[in-house]
């Protein structure tokens, strides 16, 4: 029991250890204005004050881009669980919180892979798990805001270690503790999780062919683990699937490209030994996604692991680790031709996100390096190289958490946020160069039509040409694009905002519509007021072009209830982004149809009687994925008391 306490605090030790730097300076991963401060908090915030407020969590997210599902949106971590950390905590100290708990995890899981599945002594398995905790790679996501990643590395481990324990001892304990590590990538990333689970099932059942002791009870429970997967993943599996069709997601096909973009075989050689080749300068200059430094040591360590492998082993690791870096290389690959032509590696965007298997690789070959010269009696050797290892590792990480935080687009200040949180209405604003920060639109509870996102809705996406008034043709994660509006003035149209519920314009030039009114300035920010503007509901009399204001009895992200008795009208608008996921009733119970209107928006029809319509955003595909997943939990549950009862019993049985 003691042992184990010290394996806990080493391993706690090391993991605070490495985030020594963010603790003494949280700026430096809270406040980069990088992904983490422009999409992943804002989520989690609204997330957060929807519970607190609407005590549901919100399957709809009206923040942004006139409002889009945020149940479908593999970005939004709804039912991560994990993730209570932020109802308990303010949100920036719940960042850095789960950030040291998700290093801590995954460290831990790697030890228990060394010790439980490899057979490393408890010595090697510590020093395995201070590896991979300090493997620069989870600086880079750190500093570059990519919460998810972070997230990812904490379930690896988890996951190699059912693998391997269902090849050497299939049974129902390992298949639940694969699908729950596959559970946690497929919430955490769900590209991480497509890679992640093919890996698996080609390194089960690759094991299983080439075994001479083969058990059919392998595939059994592999089989089992993918099912439960499915099973706890329904709840918003079916809806990312029902979903994806709509999205833009398949958009990069038409532009067949992928990054990063290498400048040639040289740079890549350079990146993965970053600190050998080119120093600190080259270490703050690498791109994110080209962060792929690995450490000289270590590399001796995995030689060294490496060489004690059986040849067929040999064989199998090279030719896994030298596609990961085919695909790794991108342009510069000798059979870029063949991946462009690939969609599933088009659709991943990004050639590097496999690096997690070198990674794995790495980390275990090392600890095996370090058990070798453990039994070989080159016990100061070992611990020569291992101190080398964890301080190359560690200052390789420090360096690029503290790389300087670079020049952010310039944001409106606090005073225009306050004087827009002032008016009571229920508006949209549109900043026509993306001025305000989507952290700022959070936490003054404002809403937009434009952003940043990971993946839009296609109907949309499309819309927004309009809305903007500009126009592009290739796939882009903000809207506008800058490659627009750094580069010429948007004009957009009063009218055409004020469908989407748009009250104010943002610009730091003068816009020329007739229909703009400037109503203040803050510093270069002109804010101009959209004379046209119309409430977020309202109805069109038959045969009558005029909008009259539908009152709001009732408004949260997932629902919205609007009085109709004291109007004639039997048609009526919602600006919020059409999505098939939206369902109306009235207050008798009647359902009624929502259709989509030619500016993407919501529509719905009723009868003169009716007092109110009830519009409710609730995917039917999340409804059937709740109950699979509900089913999969209790069963899950259920055997796992069945276990433990007969466990008690056949002690008792025994005494």
Not at 168 to 184: C, R, T
Not at 204 to 228: E, M, P
């Amino acid at each position: 029991m003691r042992q184990n306490t010290t394996c806990l605090l080493v391993i706690l030790a090391i993991t605070l250890l490495l985030y020594l730097p963010a603790i003494l300076n949280p700026a430096i991963i809270l406040n980069r204005g990088n992904d983490l401060q422009e999409f992943y908090w804002p989520i989690f915030y609204f997330t957060k004050e929807s519970l607190l407020q609407n005590h549901t969590l919100p399957l709809w997210n009206n923040m942004f881009f006139s409002g889009t599902p945020l149940i479908s949106d593999p970005g939004s971590f709804l039912f991560y669980l994990p993730n209570i950390i932020f109802l308990v905590l303010p949100i920036d100290y719940a960042f850095i919180a789960s950030f040291i708990l998700h290093t801590f995890f995954g460290g831990l899981g790697t030890y228990l892979v060394a010790k439980k599945g490899l057979r490393f002594s408890k010595t090697s398995s510590i020093f395995t798990a201070i590896f991979y905790i300090t493997f620069p790679r989870t600086a880079g996501f750190l500093e570059t805001g990519h919460f998810p990643f972070v997230a990812t590395t904490a379930w690896m481990p988890y996951l190699l270690l059912a693998a391997i324990k269902l090849i050497k001892f299939p049974n129902f304990k390992w298949s639940i503790l694969l699908a729950i590590s596959l559970s946690g990538l497929f919430f955490t990333f769900a590209t991480t999780f497509v890679t992640a689970a093919a890996s698996t099932v080609l390194f089960v059942g690759g094991s299983y062919f080439f075994s001479k002791n083969r058990s059919l009870k392998t595939l059994i429970f592999l089989g089992f683990g993918i099912a439960i997967t499915i099973g706890l993943t329904a709840i918003t599996l079916f809806p990312q699937l029902e979903w994806l069709p709509q999205t833009t997601r398949f958009i990069l096909l038409q532009d067949r490209d992928v990054y990063p973009k290498w400048n040639g075989k040289t740079e890549f050689i350079k990146a993965i030994y970053p600190h050998v080749f080119g120093g600190k300068n080259l270490i703050n200059d690498l791109d994110s996604e080209k962060w792929i430094a690995i450490g000289f040591f270590i590399s001796i360590l995995a030689l060294i692991g490496f060489l004690k492998l059986q040849n067929k082993f040999k064989i199998l690791l090279i030719l896994f680790v030298s596609g990961i870096f085919l695909i790794s290389l991108n342009n510069v690959s000798p059979i870029q031709p063949l991946l462009l032509s690939s969609d599933w590696y088009v659709l991943s965007r990004v050639s590097t996100r496999n690096w997690f298997i070198v990674i794995l690789s790495l980390v275990f070959l090392a600890g095996s390096g370090f058990e070798t010269l453990q039994k070989k009696k080159l016990k100061r050797l070992a611990g020569v190289l291992a101190a080398l290892t964890i301080g190359e590792l560690l200052i390789l990480s420090w360096i690029r958490l503290e790389r300087p935080i670079p020049h952010q687009r310039e944001k409106v200040p606090v005073a225009l946020y306050e004087f827009l949180k002032k008016d009571p209405e229920r508006f949209r604003v549109f900043c026509v160069n993306r001025c305000l920060s989507q952290q700022d639109v959070a936490k003054y509870n404002l809403e937009t039509i434009e952003g940043y996102g990971t993946i839009y809705q296609k109907n949309y996406y499309n819309q927004f040409i309009q809305l903007s008034q500009v126009f592009w043709d290739k796939y882009t994660s903000m809207l506008p694009p800058p490659s627009i509006y750094n580069f010429r003035e948007i004009q957009p149209i009063a009218s055409i905002l004020a469908d989407h519920n748009v009250k104010y314009v943002i610009s730091p030039h003068k816009l020329t519509g007739i229909d703009f009114k400037l109503v203040k300035q803050f510093d270069k920010f002109f804010v101009f007021e959209n004379t046209l503007f119309k409430s977020r509901a309202y109805f069109v009399a038959k045969g009558n072009k005029s909008e009259i204001e539908a009152p709001i009895l009732y408004y949260s992200p997932n629902k919205i209830i609007i009085d109709t008795s004291k109007h004639k009208a039997k048609e009526m608008v919602l600006a919020e982004t059409w999505s098939p996921g939206w369902k109306a009733k009235t207050n008798d119970g009647k359902k009624i149809r929502v259709v989509e209107t030619t500016n993407k928006l919501i529509k719905v029809t009723f009868g003169n009687e009716i007092q109110s319509v009830e519009l409710y955003y609730y995917p039917e595909s999340y409804q059937l994925g709740r109950t699979i997943s509900i089913f999969t939990l209790l069963t899950i549950l259920s055997y796992s008391l069945w276990i433990s009862r007969r466990q008690k019993s056949f002690k008792r049985t025994r005494q």
